[in-house]
């Protein structure tokens, strides 16, 4: 699998964003999905994931109630809706395909990351 994300840009806080996470590939339905993010400085941390039916969703605390990941197995792309950003939300952002979890080890192909900063 292969993936190309997309989506990243200069915002102001408060506004959203959506990221886009593009997959080539004929097993892209069996795999869970999901992004993480690299602030400046910073070690890779976990966003959000969701599962090879789109059944279940996790996030992490902190995105709770602004990011919402979604996938379209149709378009064999993973979004990842991202409400009322913050300055620290600025980070590299990474999509990624393997086993549900919130641990970068399952995952076992990545994206090039798209880079969003949010100015205050």
């Known amino acids: 699998v292969q993936l190309q994300a997309s989506g990243g840009g200069l915002a102001q806080a408060g506004v959203s964003l959506r990221l886009s996470c593009a997959a080539s590939?004929?097993?892209?339905?069996?795999?869970?999905l999901a992004w993480f993010r690299q602030a400046p400085g910073k070690e890779r941390e976990f966003v959000a994931a969701?599962?090879?039916?789109?059944?279940?969703?996790t996030y992490a605390d902190s995105m709770k109630g602004r990011f919402t990941i979604s996938r379209d197995d149709t378009k064999n792309t993973v979004y990842l809706q991202m409400n009322s950003l913050k300055p620290e939300d600025t980070a590299v952002y990474y999509c990624?395909?393997?086993?549900?979890?919130?641990?970068?080890?399952?995952?076992?192909?990545w994206g090039q990351g798209t880079l969003v900063t949010v100015s205050s």
């Open positions: 990624a395909a393997g086993t549900y979890s919130s641990s970068q080890g399952h995952y076992n192909y």
């Open positions: 590939g004929r097993s892209f339905r069996d795999y869970a």
């Open positions: 969701i599962n090879w039916s789109g059944t279940t969703k």
